[in-house]
């Protein structure tokens, strides 16, 4: 894995195995996130911010927008796996820019440098509200690929 696709379509089969993944993760689900886009080196996840993800202050949690992030990163390094491989995060790093305030999170996660053993990613996420949207966060990770 020197170099990231040129295609910018992911086929079926990885598309549904990246979903069964996705659909398998119990933290997005208790979170409400749902899996929006996907294609080879990329990722969109997008969630609610809802009650009992607001920290003190109404804003949503730094741990709503860094699990959306890492998991969008995670995702983005998973579409160019083979079949009989996941990923783990090894390291992930987040800049909190701005208070996520609005009604959702979107975070979308791309793979900056694919490798062998580690995949560098980068995730940006945002808050919407209103039609609007405000960059909130930005992370930077590996992803480590791990045998089936």
Known sequence: MSSMPDSTHLSDSVADRVRRSFDAQSMMKTLGASLEHLAPGTCRITAPILPGSRQQQGFAHAALTFALGDSASGYAA??????????????????????AQGDRLVAEGRVIKP???????????WAEAGGERRQVAV?????MPVPL
């Open 78 to 99: 998973l579409t160019l796996m083979p079949d009989d491989s996941e990923v783990v995060t090894t390291e992930m790093k987040i800049n909190l820019l701005a208070p």
């Open 115 to 125: 490798g062998r053993r580690l995949l560098v990613t980068q995730a940006t996420v």
């Open 139 to 143: 992370l930077l990770g590996s992803m």
